[in-house]
Structures are given as C-alpha cells and as structure tokens.
C-alpha cells in the first residue's frame, strides 16, 4: 500500500506564490504518473498537471506560465510551485499517483487528502 500526504496549501494574496507537496510513503515504486487536480465548491474537479516517472510534464491551459510541477525521485515526493495566484485559483488541490507495481501486473491510483488554496485580498 502506498500512503499520500498532502501539504502546502493555505490563504494568499493575488499574485502571490505556494508551493504544495504530494508526499508518499510504504511500498517503493518506480514507475508513475503523478497529477494534480483542483476542485472548487460547486464546479468539477479538474486536471492540473501532470508528471510522469520518465520526467515528462504536462499543464492545462489555465495554469501554463504560472504553475511547475516537479518531483524529487529519491523521495517520490511532487511538488506543485504555484506562482502569479489568481483568485480563480482558490480550490481544493488534490494529488494522484497512478502507480505500476513492480511486477508490471497492476496498476494502482492513489489520492491525497487535499489542501486549500485561497486567492483572496
């Protein structure tokens, strides 16, 4: 089992910066990928981004330019640098690590708890 531990998150000013953190922990892994989702009260979650164990990163349009998603490899842990916060930003973050087990039989998803980001004056 792997566990996911979000963290990060928190009440900022618009174009302010956060970084948040995707933590795992329990049976290693190498191979993966790794999103971020956000959801507001009311709307429907939505992807983020995206980072595969291979390093390839991916960014939906509402984000590029602002946000960097990066990981570190020797502690599978990923990072979200949220820079230039718009208010439409404020959401619930959550992280997801689709996992191959190291059999290559199984593939496994993963869900952080979620943190708060608030974009607010």
């Known amino acids: 089992q792997v566990q996911v531990m979000e963290s990060g998150g928190g009440l900022v000013q618009p174009g302010g910066s956060l970084r948040l953190s995707c933590a795992t922990s329990?049976?290693?892994?190498?191979?993966?990928?790794m999103k971020w989702f956000r959801q507001a009260p009311g709307k429907e979650r939505e992807e983020v981004a995206t980072?595969?164990?291979?390093?390839?990163?991916g960014y939906e349009e509402p984000v590029k330019g602002r946000f960097t998603i990066s990981r570190d490899r020797t502690k599978n842990v990923a990072y979200l640098q949220m820079n230039s916060l718009k208010p439409e930003d404020t959401a619930v973050y959550y992280c997801?690590?689709?996992?191959?087990?190291?059999?290559?039989?199984?593939?496994?998803?993963?869900w952080g708890q979620g943190t708060q980001v608030t974009v607010s004056s």
């Open positions: 997801k690590w689709t996992i191959l087990s190291e059999d290559k039989t199984t593939v496994n998803e993963y």
């Open positions: 980072i595969t164990s291979n390093g390839n990163t």
């Open positions: 329990g049976i290693p892994f190498q191979t993966y990928v």
